[in-house]
């Protein structure tokens, strides 16, 4: 059955000979435990929502990307692995859809090729070993003698039931990392993707195969000699997290997904571009300060309706700006040219309670905003300032040095406007 993609907003595309209802029920249900609107129905259609990734519904994968100002289908699966590497959910740089064939654009198959390079690099110092108890019935005495067992055995038996935490490679850690294996062994279509996992395999063969579920994944406490494990049960953790058994299908047929939120990825892709653009001032960024209360309880002083911005900027311990990261197409007609009236409350209130002049919304740059655009709102009675500004992102995660360099000089001017340094004529340095 061919692959099916789409773009976020946009209707789902369903092949010929697939029951359309049906399959839309499958995926509605799938993605219904999410915290984000995975999908929505639009007069009897199903729409993506704003979330992106990959969808599998038995021998159906349904590709969600997203939206450019162009229908160029590799350009967008390349920023969305661009997004992923720059959110934190990929590390290793993934080669051009020039140099190898188009599954190896897709996000699954791209996190697949992750893990598997991880569990790679980890089997080099072996597989992991680890003292765990064991209850077993021995002709010799080992560890400790189980007396409960014993008490209920028949005299004259010649084995001991004992407890005893021998040293070896089937182990809790060990066994979850071949489910791992074994469940993207199962999920890839891609041949290289197979094949490294099945070597993965191979020297996991002394291990039992138990299937691993995300709850058994959180049990799993690393030594500082295992820590070369954590990013394959990271990884794990986020793959397992969206697998979902549907009751329609049977065998290897589950459902599974691997979602992210866009404004999600664009917030996290921001904090360290941000970072990066204010790295030569006296300026420094924060994407978890302390929250602050719009209001307070008069009764006990607790705080009412949480205040917590994207980022917050400051200097010498002092807030001097704030800012939110929207993934919204903003409009060059339209009134505040499309920013929802929500965003400029909330954006106000920052302003007001953080106690500081500035304050930016940072928006997907558009075809018809020049470079480094901007737009300024005042409040009539403070004159605090609200920029409005377009990013680049594309640019800002773009695998060509020149691309990013000429977005992160973009960014940094703006910046550098809106947040002059003291000592500085210019600002802000770029990246």
């Known amino acids: ?77 390349l920023f969305l692995l661009n997004m992923l590497g720059s959110a ?13 064939r188009a599954t190896s654009l897709d996000p699954l198959e791209a996190m697949i090729s992750e893990a598997a390079a991880e569990m790679t690099a980890a089997l080099r110092e072996g597989a992991p070993r680890r003292y765990e108890e064991r209850c077993e019935d021995l002709q010799m005495l080992r560890g400790r003698i189980d007396f409960t067992q014993l008490s209920t055995r028949s005299p004259g038996q010649v084995v001991i039931p004992v407890r005893h935490s021998p040293l070896g490679v089937d182990n809790r850690l060990a ?29 996991l063969s002394k291990v039992k195969n138990r ?14 000699y295992e820590a070369h494990w954590s990013r394959t049960l990271a990884i794990g953790r986020l793959l397992l997290a969206g697998q979902s058994p549907d009751p329609t299908f049977g065998g290897s047929n589950e459902a599974f997904s691997l979602l992210f939120p866009l404004p999600h990825l664009y917030e996290r892709a921001l904090r360290k571009i941000l970072a990066t653009v204010i790295s030569g001032s006296d300026i ?9 209360f719009l209001l307070a309880d008069c009764d006990d002083q607790r705080g009412v309706v949480r205040l917590r911005p994207d980022y917050v900027f400051e200097r010498g311990g002092r807030h001097v ?27 106000h209130a920052y302003l007001s309670r953080y106690k500081v002049k500035d304050a930016m919304i940072l928006v997907p740059w558009a075809p018809w905003m020049s470079p480094g655009w901007t737009k300024v ?28 360099e000429m977005a992160y000089a973009a960014l940094s ?19």
């Open 413 to 431: 001017e703006v910046i550098g406007g809106v947040l002059p340094c003291q000592g500085s004529p210019s600002g802000l340095s770029g990246a």
């Open 284 to 292: 420094r960024v924060s994407h978890r300060s302390e929250p602050l």
């Open 321 to 347: 700006a704030v800012a939110d990261a929207k993934w919204k197409r903003v409009q060059a007609s339209a009134s505040a040219h499309g920013v929802a009236r929500e965003d400029l409350y909330q954006i």
């Open 175 to 203: 066994q979850a990392i071949k489910g791992i294996a074994v469940h993207l062994h199962r999920i890839t279509r891609n041949g290289v993707n197979r094949q490294r996992l099945g070597a993965v395999l191979d020297n």
């Open 211 to 224: 299937p691993v579920e995300f709850s058994h994944l959180d049990t799993i406490t690393l030594s500082r």
């Open 88 to 100: 934190g959910y990929l590390s290793h740089l993934h080669p051009r859809s020039a140099e190898v």
């Open 1 to 77: 059955m061919p692959d099916i993609t789409t773009w976020e907003g946009m209707p789902v595309p369903f092949p010929a000979g697939v029951d359309h209802r049906l399959m839309a029920d499958r995926l509605m249900r799938l993605t219904a435990t999410a915290p984000f609107p995975a999908f929505r129905w639009k007069r009897g259609v199903l729409h993506a929502g704003e979330a992106v990734g990959c969808i599998q519904v038995g021998r159906l994968r349904v590709n969600i990307l997203p939206k450019l100002d162009s229908d160029e289908l590799d350009r967008d699966k």
């Open 377 to 404: 709102y005042q409040d009539p009675d403070s004159g605090a300032r609200v920029h409005l500004v377009g990013t680049d992102i594309e640019g800002l995660v773009s695998r060509s040095a020149t691309t990013r």
